[in-house]
């Protein structure tokens, strides 16, 4: 069975591959632009799943932080008994 971060790699490194005239021009930037260009609803829906990700992994940023905080100030409080 293949990990989530292996299957990643694999489409990133076809995304390389085929990059944006089907023969690896500019990568997977290339193929980012010309899936735009051609499939504009599919690339909008791809880019609002990767935008909802990265406010969800900045949220959970923002709690380890406030966390963090937390216990700084509770064992502060505890040496200070």
């Not at 990643?8 to 193929?31: F, H």
């Not at 990700?53 to 963090?68: L, P």
């Amino acid at each position: 069975m293949t990990s989530t971060p292996d299957l990643l790699e694999a489409i990133a490194m076809a995304a390389d591959a085929i990059g944006a005239d089907g023969k690896g021009l500019d990568g997977r930037l290339g193929y980012m632009k010309a899936l735009a260009v051609k499939q504009p609803k599919l690339f909008a829906n791809l880019l609002s799943r990767a935008v909802a990700h990265e406010e969800i992994e900045a949220g959970a940023e923002r709690q380890r932080a406030r966390d963090a905080v937390k216990n700084q100030i509770a064992m502060r409080e505890l040496l200070n008994r």
